[in-house]
């Protein structure tokens, strides 16, 4: 049985399922292990995570773990608030922006890519290089927030640092507006998106680009970016706020004050660098990585949603679930029809009542014509039972089938 205890609870003999945190959050991150070595049990109580998942029939059991189901419960808890009294844009006409879309991430990870490439030659930063790319991403996002967002999800290996700039702006575009910021402010937000990892021009390249996790020190060295970052920015032109600077330096601190660089607590982080932390989080842990495969959109919801207490400011991750959903944009979803079908768009009644287009039969276990369900309706009886991974079930084209929405009634 899988249960979640505190990590001061773990003792040699467990055998350790998951970690309750990023996986990116931590050097030593593997695939789930017996913990028999006293080193290990030192380093996981070194790295800041708090709680651990332990499958008690492979190893010691403990006294006072929360099961599946509670956790489970106090999950759709937490995103039942985040669904309450909620503001959603209509989200229309996902077909075209999603053709501009590609175009506005192809063209922003250039302009990302030679602002990066500049600074690792020394060479001081100028802001204005980056207006015209966070122009177009907030346009984009104002019309449609899942276009961008959901094709910026979609990274190899060599484009990885870019393409997810270009996401953490956008996201940080679509959270601020959703903060009921004003234009300038959500400017400021996307600014700071598209730098906050800019540090990271100045880690050793072997480092940033190495294709399997990282040892304990090239952990160490990795944790400099957001000083660095901040220094890059402090000598750039065209930095006329704090906004890019406080997020740049402080979107790793956690409320809790297990973060870096500083261990700053809740009220020491500015707003814009809280919102910061959520964004990178949520791009970094949907993303595929060389050494692991990022998780789906809905799952990722999930498991931010199980840490969030101590590691992101409770309204603001509220806000973020709104803002993008709780089964976002390219989730696929099993529906108590026996179908699945492939998120996309939100609705403004709940975000547990998407729209989705239909397009498998589980019961014949076959395709079939593609259909749009919107689940809000009054009549619909239809109902997301879960969300579910593509590839479990062999479907390789759910890029393909929430980008052409043609067949859509809007
Ligand atoms: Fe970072
Ligand atoms: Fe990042």
């Not at 070194?46 to 029939?57: N, P």
């Not at 809790?256 to 607590?265: N, V």
């Not at 400011?313 to 029809?337: C, H, N, T, W």
């Not at 009054?378 to 579910?388: G, L, T, Y």
Request: hydrophobic content about 40%; aromatic content about 8%; proline content about 5%.
């Amino acid at each position: 049985m899988l249960v979640r205890i505190p990590v001061k609870q773990l003792r040699i003999g467990m055998y350790i399922h998951e970690f309750c945190g990023s996986w990116y959050d931590h050097p030593f991150w593997r695939k789930a292990f017996k913990l028999d070595n006293p080193e290990d049990l030192r380093n996981v109580l070194s790295t800041g995570i708090k709680e651990v998942w332990i499958d008690t029939d492979k190893g010691l059991d403990v006294e006072g773990g929360k099961t599946e189901e509670t956790v489970a419960a106090e999950i759709d808890d937490t995103l039942a608030r985040a669904d309450a009294s909620r503001h959603v844009a209509p989200q229309l006409d996902i077909a075209r922006e999603a053709a501009r879309a590609v175009s506005i991430c192809n063209q922003s990870k250039q302009a990302v890519s030679s602002m990066f490439k500049e600074a690792r030659m020394g060479q001081a930063l100028n802001a204005s290089d980056a207006l015209p790319v966070v122009e177009e991403i907030t346009s984009s996002v104002m019309r449609n927030p899942g276009a961008l967002i959901s094709l910026a999800r979609l990274k190899n290996k060599d484009d990885y640092t870019y393409m997810h700039s270009v996401a953490v702006c956008a996201l940080m575009v679509s959270l601020a507006r959703q903060l009921g910021l004003n234009n300038e402010q959500i400017h400021e937000a996307g600014l700071a998106g598209l730098m906050h990892d800019i540090g990271k021009t100045l880690s050793p390249p072997d480092i940033l680009n190495k294709p399997g996790k990282l040892t304990d020190a090239e952990f160490k060295v990795m944790k400099n970016h957001p000083v660095d970052g901040n220094k890059i920015l402090l000598g750039s032109n065209g930095i006329t706020s704090d906004v890019a600077l406080f997020v740049c330096l402080h979107h790793h601190e956690k409320v809790d004050g297990s973060g870096y660089p500083d261990g700053l607590t809740n009220e020491q982080i500015s707003l814009y660098a809280k919102m910061g932390a959520v964004c990178d989080v949520y791009d970094a842990i949907t993303s595929n990585r060389p050494y692991k495969n990022g998780w789906e959109p809905a799952e990722s919801i999930r498991k931010m949603a199980e840490w969030s207490h101590g590691h992101f400011d409770q309204r603001i991750f509220e806000a973020f679930v709104r803002s993008i959903g709780i089964y976002p944009i390219g989730s696929m979803v099993k529906l108590s029809s026996e179908r699945l079908g492939v998120v996309i768009g939100q609705t403004e009644q709940s975000l547990l009542t998407p729209v989705v287009k239909v397009f498998f039969s589980i019961k014949s276990n076959a395709r079939i014509p593609p259909e749009i369900v919107d689940l809000s309706k009054p009549f619909c009886k239809d109902r997301i039972v879960s969300h579910e991974d593509p590839a479990e079930w062999d479907i390789r084209d759910i890029q393909e089938l929430w980008s052409d929405v043609s067949a859509a009634p809007w």
